[in-house]
């Protein structure tokens, strides 16, 4: 059954989810850009497990970990969705099956002697993007910054990427082309040449609205109960004082004695010196290593011996051995820098296997004078003591705001401008004057400020090195809806709309009512006496509509889940009234007068049938194998995550 396809494609978060929310974190570095800033939900403790599989178990850590991830994974889609709502939707629990199917698949796979070694291992890791270097080649820096910036150690990737290897080894030739039965197919081809005639007719509240006013009793309990409908978003009037290092007391520039001070301390930066370039691979053995190397200096070129053996050669721009050293490996460098132009460099270990590589290039760098650098000097000098300067204000200001001191003594006592915005809301935008812009300088820290409290100021800096701004809140307007007095026309209003609502439902079901018992839908509007409208519908194919982009109305949607010759009820948004919607026709194309139509259908299904399979694997794997959730650990888990506790 289609069932993960039909239900989860109609969540919340939806298609995007579906195709790209893995638990794997190697394919998330694959797909993924890596600089991406981590998540803040990770203050769970994982020593407790909220499963095991079979022998294994899978401590809450993991799941926290794989939940933040896919979290990061869907924000690249869709930027401003929060962890709340990513439960909310089901993620958590769709996170939380897929690691349990990931463990159990792996243990099923080691179960039957399956396995993935180190060199397997270390060959994905050499072919994944997010850990190369702007020229091509792994980066062992790169790798390990990564890593540290998705809360991941060396050990966890590999396991990870373990787990990911079995799977492949256990299910991908089942499942690497599967087959939609040609009976079912057609079935789902047929949805997309649809086309529905019929009729929708709107029963406006306002066709049944009181003309009176309503007394003030009437007025006032309605609006009582309808509050909400008025609320006023929750403003903060901020006070705040801008000061860059422009305003620093300070003279930056170097003397004679600094500079050549700074020239002997640095002098190993300016004595002769030598970069290299190379062209390198990466293979699991030395032996293999020495093989390929020995190929390469009897006239084969690197290029075509790397990619003969399955490998893709880098280039690697122009380093210091002690720049090769850290991208590499020491005993790489060393053999780098002996190596003659044009020649093959010795193999050497790194952290990923052994190194064949050509020595492409080789740049000396001569020594350089006092007189040749005294400017680059003189500048670097300059800019340490404005920097430093910087540094001693900063620690000032805070130290005085630390110790109590209010936003208008402190910029009193430095000589900053304090100025005052007016209500803002968390937008930024200033409430009731849309044309009203703030400082940008305010911009980075708006939304701190609707996290503080009144008269607490704080210091940031919104141009590193260069602008700071201290602000505070003096003034919040919590989220409530005004007297009545203020918004009594509105609320009038309301209150008629709502009176009319009411009306026109029972108008709608009379309506209703008659058109099931065989009346025309137009004699039947005309029997109320009121100006209805009412539009006929002959659509297009369902394909076509949705290929627009456009937002469906709701009328429509409902017209394309209603069954041939029914008649349904739907209310409008906002009291306007209710929409009477009647399907007279579905008229469908035959499918094969549409050419290519049954194999695109087949082949856009064919990820849902192998993941359909693969669940089917995944829980018969789950049954041999033995598996208990713990759901006291999995609901403190999911609540932590949604702020809930």
Do not use: C, H
Request: hydrophobic share 45%.
């Amino acid at each position: 059954m289609l069932t993960f396809f039909r239900q989860f494609f109609q969540s919340k978060i939806g298609l995007p989810i579906f195709l790209g929310f893995l638990v794997l974190m190697a394919l998330a570095f694959a797909v993924a850009d890596i600089t991406g800033t981590g998540s803040s939900f990770g203050t769970v403790s994982g020593n407790d497990n909220i499963a095991v599989v079979g022998d294994e178990p899978i401590a809450t850590g993991e799941v926290v970990l794989a939940a933040n991830n896919a979290l990061d994974q869907v924000r690249q889609q869709n930027p401003g969705l929060a962890m709340p709502e990513f439960i909310r939707a089901g993620a958590f629990d769709e996170v939380l099956r897929q690691l349990i199917d990931r463990f159990a698949i792996s243990q099923y796979a080691r179960k039957y002697d399956l396995a993935a070694g180190d060199n397997l291992v270390n060959s994905e890791i050499l072919q994944i993007q997010a850990f190369k270097s702007l020229a091509g080649e792994f980066d062992e820096q790169t790798y390990l910054a990564a890593l540290r910036q998705r809360g991941l150690t060396d050990a966890t990737f590999r396991k990870d990427l373990v787990a990911g290897l079995l799977e492949d080894q256990l299910l991908l030739p089942a499942l690497a082309a599967p087959q939609l039965p040609e009976k079912v197919a057609r079935q789902y081809a047929a949805l997309v040449l649809e086309r529905r005639v019929g009729e929708i007719a709107l029963i406006p509240s306002s066709a049944f609205a009181p003309a009176a006013a309503p007394t003030e009793a009437q007025l006032t309990e309605w609006y009582g109960a309808n509050r909400s409908l008025f609320l006023r978003p929750e403003r903060r009037t901020l006070r705040f004082a801008v000061f860059g290092t422009d305003s620093l007391k300070v003279n930056p520039a170097a003397t004679e004695a600094e500079i050549a001070a700074r020239y002997k301390k640095d002098a190993g930066l300016y004595q002769a010196r030598e970069r290299r370039a190379v062209t390198t691979f990466v293979v699991p053995t030395e032996d293999a290593a020495k093989a390929l190397a020995a190929r390469i200096r009897s006239g084969t070129a690197l290029e075509a011996a790397a990619r003969d053996a399955g490998f893709s050669a880098s280039k690697a721009e122009l380093r210091t051995r002690e720049e090769m050293a850290t991208a590499t490996s020491f005993a790489f460098a060393e053999n780098a820098f002996k190596a003659t132009q044009g020649g093959v460099v010795e193999p050497a270990k790194g952290t990923l296997g052994w190194y064949v590589a050509r020595l492409d290039s080789v740049e000396k760098i001569p020594a350089r004078s006092l007189a040749e650098v005294r400017g680059a000097i003189a500048e670097q000098i300059g800019t340490e003591k404005r920097s430093a300067a910087t540094a001693d204000l900063i620690a000032e200001i805070e130290s005085e705001i630390d110790g109590g001191t209010a936003l208008a003594e402190v910029a009193k006592s430095y000589g900053l401008k304090v100025e005052t915005t007016p209500a803002l809301l968390g937008n930024g935008q200033a409430y009731g004057q849309p044309s009203v812009q703030i400082v940008p300088q305010l911009a980075p820290v708006l939304q701190t400020a609707f996290q503080m409290e009144e008269s607490e100021p704080q210091l940031a800096e919104v141009v590193p090195g260069q602008q700071f701004v201290i602000f505070e809140v003096a003034r919040v307007d919590e989220a409530a809806a005004p007297p009545l007095a203020e918004v009594r026309a509105q609320a009038e209003a309301g209150w008629k709309q709502a009176q009319g609502a009411k009306l026109a439902r029972a108008a709608a079901d009379r309506i209703l009512g008659k058109v099931r018992a065989k009346t025309d839908l137009r004699a039947a509007l005309g029997a109320e006496g009121k100006p209805f409208e009412i539009e006929p519908i002959n659509l297009e194919r369902r394909a076509l509509i949705a290929q627009r982009g456009q937002r469906i109305p709701p009328p429509l949607v409902l017209m394309f889940s209603m069954a041939e010759g029914s008649v349904k009820l739907l209310e409008g948004p906002r009291n306007i009234g209710w929409y009477i919607v009647s399907l007279d026709e579905i008229a469908t194309d035959p499918v094969d007068k549409e050419p290519g139509l049954l194999q695109q259908t087949r082949g856009q299904l064919a990820p849902t049938v192998s993941e359909e399979y693969r669940r089917q694997a995944a829980a018969a794997m789950r049954k041999e194998l033995g598996t208990t959730r713990n759901n006291a650990a999995i609901d403190a888990v999911r609540k932590q995550l949604a702020g809930e506790q």
